[in-house]
């Protein structure tokens, strides 16, 4: 079955510093999505990415999709208290069919003022 | 737009009762589903419908039923709570046009403790 493996599993980082996070897949994606999770609250959504090399920013926050498209990751420059939160990927499955999305364990962020 | 809506925000139960976990939305989304949070875990699928009429099982669907008699509302029911199911429960919808990487939209979720 396919899974989606995050990196790190926790971060804590000083405000203004950048960083990444990290999603890997057991499979070729055919699409990868960005999710952000306040604490207690919904998912909401980021980004998606669909092709080999593709990259999208929004504010601060930059994803690119690899070529191979099994990997991708989430960069954020010059980090604010704002950006804490857990951050998700997820993908439509491949080996399971499309429509049963599978999601990592995400990556919980913490921003140091 | 409302969006995605989830009822209740909290619910307590005790192991055996049944409950039914509401959701609706009001963007037309042909796709809907429900999904488990657990710590560690991530979300998991448990039951999705592409359409009114028509459902399939996720990953977790053991011990979950649902229905879907209206595009608007994709209700989530425990037949036997048991303390395995305590978790975050979340809905999400999105639209079909174009395949499966349209943006899913998420509820708020309803966090169910089952003693």
């Known amino acids: 079955s396919q899974e989606l493996e995050q990196s790190p599993q926790s971060l804590i980082v000083q405000e203004g510093k950048n960083l990444t996070i990290n999603c890997t897949s057991s499979?070729?994606?055919?699409?990868l999505y960005w999710y952000k999770q306040k604490y207690g609250e919904g998912l909401i959504f980021l980004m998606m990415?669909?092709?080999?090399?593709e990259e999208k920013s929004h504010e601060k926050i930059t994803a690119k999709l690899d070529e191979k498209k099994q990997q991708s990751s989430l960069h954020i420059t010059a980090s604010q208290p704002s950006h804490a939160g857990i951050y998700l990927c997820?993908?439509?499955?491949?080996?399971?069919?499309?429509?049963?999305?599978?999601f990592g364990t995400g990556t919980r962020l913490k921003v140091l003022a | 737009n409302a969006g995605v809506t989830q009822t209740p925000k909290f619910q307590v139960l005790k192991t055996g009762q049944s409950m039914t976990l509401q959701c609706a939305q009001d963007?037309?989304?042909?796709?809907m589903s429900w999904y488990r949070q657990d710590p560690g875990m991530g979300l998991r699928l448990i039951h999705y419908?592409?359409?009114?009429?028509?459902?399939d099982q996720g990953e977790v669907p053991n011990g979950y039923n649902v229905s879907r008699s209206t595009t608007e509302d994709f209700p989530l029911r425990l037949l036997s709570a048991a303390p395995s199911q305590t978790s975050v429960y979340f809905c999400?919808?999105?639209?079909?046009?174009?395949?499966?990487?349209?943006?899913?939209?998420f509820g708020p979720g309803t966090r169910l403790t089952v003693l």
């Open positions: 999400a919808s999105s639209l079909l046009a174009g395949g499966p990487v349209n943006e899913q939209f």
């Open positions: 499979k070729t994606l055919y699409g």
């Open positions: 990415l669909q092709k080999g090399g």
């Open positions: 997820g993908a439509p499955g491949v080996t399971s069919g499309t429509y049963k999305y599978i």
């Open positions: 963007m037309n989304h042909e796709y």
């Open positions: 419908s592409v359409g009114a009429g028509i459902t």
